[in-house]
């Protein structure tokens, strides 16, 4: 009984940590908790899905309210255009554009699970790809082939290092 009650809290914890640091659950899962290959896969896959799902379902909140906050500037942008006033493009518009135009969609998706994170991941996705069907395809592919070769790799360095 005990013994079944720490394997849950194992696995619980794995969904968890997937869900947020994605990369940082491998070690976790097969050095600590000594996951198989296809247990490490499996959890750490639904924390990342369910983490996705979340963290999207967050960040269009998130974004609405950004919205209502800030629409005044939004209004007064739009009568400084009607008055002939142009748009000054700020350095952080600026990198938001390059990023946009030379990663895309999927070149943040792909990204999401290694660099960026699943939250910060996902709320780029939401946000500059709102009307885009297959954006959680992109992201949750992303997770699953970061899977494979993460379990891959701390698979393969633990039986080099730790050889019995």
Do not use: H
């Not at 739009?78 to 952080?92: D, L």
């Amino acid at each position: 009984m005990v013994n079944s009650c720490l394997v849950m809290i194992d696995i619980l914890i794995t969904i968890l940590l997937g869900s947020f640091k994605f990369a940082m659950t491998f070690p976790l899962a097969v050095l600590e908790f000594k996951y198989s290959f296809f247990e490490t896969v499996l959890w750490i896959n639904i924390g990342g899905i369910l983490g996705i799902y979340f963290f999207a379902y967050l960040s269009e909140g998130l974004n609405r309210w950004l919205i209502r906050t800030f629409s005044t500037r939004k209004r007064n942008r739009k009568r400084e255009k009607a008055r002939g006033n142009k748009k000054i493009f700020t350095k952080r518009n600026r990198r938001i554009i390059r990023i946009k135009q030379r990663y895309g969609l999927i070149g943040i998706a792909a990204t999401t699970p290694v660099l960026l994170s699943i939250p910060v991941g996902v709320f780029l996705v939401v946000r500059y790809y709102p009307r885009v069907k297959t954006r959680f395809v992109y992201l949750i592919t992303a997770n699953i082939a970061w899977s494979l070769i993460f379990t891959s790799f701390y698979m393969f360095w633990n039986d080099l290092l730790f050889v019995k």
